[in-house]
């Protein structure tokens, strides 16, 4: 079955936020197939790939006890239409693309200052979610929300929003994104590279 079909039944199942997310945020099953076309350019599999985008930060992996990244975690994400935050850097880094070239309509495009933060193999790339948090709690209170009246705006949930000042590692890059636009700030103000 061509990717194009799959992707499309994929679609179909995807829950509701995920198909208003395709309509204008950003696109986890375009970031599939750029994963995809890149890994059969470099004639890998998916294991191949899921090790070569791990081991973009080689030197910071052997510092510290982490899990690597598994083919699952890539494949998995045409089955939800969605990825987590951090993992998508990961993907990100290893395509050389912005998280913005991944929205067909952007409501706010940052221009040059999308560039995500250039890191050797000493360092990862990771999303700062309190100072996100931060970020959509100022604007909600300049514009006098209430979390509950902010939800539906962000295709959220009220628990989704208020919990990611306390989330320990991630939350879905559709979310993310939808959140960076509303903000209209680019995604790299929320990122920096990480020793750790």
């Known amino acids: 079955m061509a990717f194009a079909e799959a992707a499309h039944m994929e679609l179909a199942i995807l829950p509701y936020y995920a198909r208003m ?12 197939a750029a994963l995809d076309a890149q890994r059969l350019a470099r004639g890998m599999t998916w294991r ?6 791990w081991n973009q930060s080689a030197e910071l992996n052997r510092r510290r ?24 850097l990961f993907f990100l880094r290893w395509l050389g693309r912005t998280p913005e070239s991944f929205i067909a309509n952007p409501r706010y495009d940052p221009g040059v200052s999308a560039q995500l933060p250039s890191v050797g193999p000493d360092r990862t790339l ?17 514009q006098e ?20 000042r306390t989330a320990r590692y991630a939350i879905a890059m559709t979310l993310a994104m939808r959140i960076v636009q509303w903000l209209e ?3 790299s103000a929320f990122i920096y590279p990480a020793e750790r």
């Open 21 to 32: 997310a395709r309509s204008g945020g950003f696109d986890a099953l375009a970031l599939y």
């Open 48 to 53: 191949q790939a899921a090790d070569d985008i």
């Open 65 to 88: 006890p982490a899990h690597p990244i598994s083919p699952s975690t890539l494949t998995g994400i045409a089955k939800r239409g969605d990825t987590t935050c951090q993992h998508a």
């Open 126 to 142: 990771r999303w700062n979610l309190a100072v996100l948090y931060e970020a959509v709690n100022a604007r909600r209170i300049e």
């Open 145 to 164: 929300l209430t979390w509950k009246e902010l939800a539906p705006r962000l295709y959220a949930s009220e628990h989704q929003l208020t919990g990611i």
């Open 185 to 187: 700030r680019p995604a």
